[in-house]
Each structure stands twice: as C-alpha cells, then as structure tokens.
C-alpha cells in the first residue's frame, strides 16, 4: 500500500527502487513504539534528534540520484538504518554515519539480521562523514541542511551526486549535487521538508 500511494504515484519509476521498498520491512527499523506508523505518508521522528523520511521523499532522493550498482554510497543520518538498508539493496556498498554510539550499534545489529552484509555503520559526528571509506560515488542525507561542510563534499568523488533537503524558509527544496571539476553544481529536484540536522544549520551572523 506505501509503495502503491506513496511511491508510485510520485513518479518513481525505477524498478530497483520499488522492489527495495517493497521487500524491506519498514517497520522493522523504527522504535517498537511507532511501528504501527512506520508508513504514514509522513516524517517519522525516531527520537535522539533523527528522522525517518517520508517514503515518497526517500524514494523520489534515489530517484533523482540515478543510483547504480557499482556505487558506494555514503549515508548521513541513517537512524536505526532503514534508508541504509535500501541503498545497500541499490549499490554495491554502503557506509552510514551516526551520531550516537548507541543507535549506530543497533541500526548495525538491524541491518545484519536482515542479511545485509554490504554495509557499514560509524558512530561519529555527522558532518564529518567517514572520509577513510570514501571517495564516494554517492552521498545522502537524512534530513535538511543550510549548508553542506565542504570536508563533506570533499568525500565526493569526481563525477558522483550528492542529494539532500536544503531547508529554506517554510519550504524544503531536494537539490542533486554533481562533482564536475571538483566543484559540486547543484540543480532543483523537487520539494519536501525534514528538520535540519545538527552540525548542517548555517552560522549565525551577529551585527552590532
């Protein structure tokens, strides 16, 4: 039902896609208190300063990242490791970032019940990423940004994306970032909102 009034209906077409988000228990990677609402049609906050993209956000970000299966993705933000676990599905290996030591062991723990042995959890500060796996062919964030750290982008490899939800005003904009020349050119993909995430909020600028 996600995937045939959520997914479908927002113009993801890709197969690979659709498969990934109809084999991989969704509710499997949220609290056991909220697993009843693991498909609302919604942001799901997971606790500790994390969300669960709304399906149709996540679906349409992987879209647009014209994921393929030699990639290795890079996941920023992935809470107890669903959005992980359908990049692995998409890629050839995937390495997640967590700030807190806790759920990165669990979201691991979840994500090798499930069989999924091509990804990787770090406990770590989230704008840091994990430049020690990288480059990589692909970068995604699990939640808004102001600004993108450029140690970050740095992680990207020459010719690979970068996707996130770049909060603006009241209204969230999904941009697809290209690593050409070493510069990362961004383009508009499509709206949707999502908190920003700590350690992505631009500098407040003081005046006198």
Known sequence: MMVDTQVRPSDVT?????????????????PDALREAAYVGENLDIGKGRILLEPRTLAKMLELADVQPSFVALDIG???????????????????????????????????GHGIDNAAVMAGPLIAGSAKSGPYDL?????????????????????????????EAAL?????????????????????????????????????
């Not at 107890?80 to 995937?94: E, K, N, P, Q, R």
């Not at 290209?178 to 383009?187: E, L, S, Y």
């Open 172 to 208: 969230g904009v999904v941009r697809v970032g290209h690593k050409i020349d070493g510069t990362v050119n961004w383009r508009f993909g499509f709206n949707a909102g999502a908190p920003v995430l700590a350690g992505f909020s631009r500098p407040v600028a003081f005046a006198l």
């Open 78 to 112: 992935c809470g107890l490791g669903y959005s992980t676990a359908i990049l692995a599905s998409l890629c050839d290996f995937v390495v997640a970032v967590e700030d807190d030591e806790e759920r990165a062991e669990e979201a691991q723990s979840l994500l090798s």
């Open 14 to 30: 890709r197969f690979p896609i659709i498969d990934a988000m109809l084999s991989i228990p969704r509710e499997d990677f949220v």
């Open 139 to 167: 970068i995604m964030i699990q939640g808004a940004v102001e600004i993108v750290p450029d140690d970050l982008l740095a992680q990207l490899r020459e010719g690979g994306r970068i996707v996130c939800v770049f909060a």
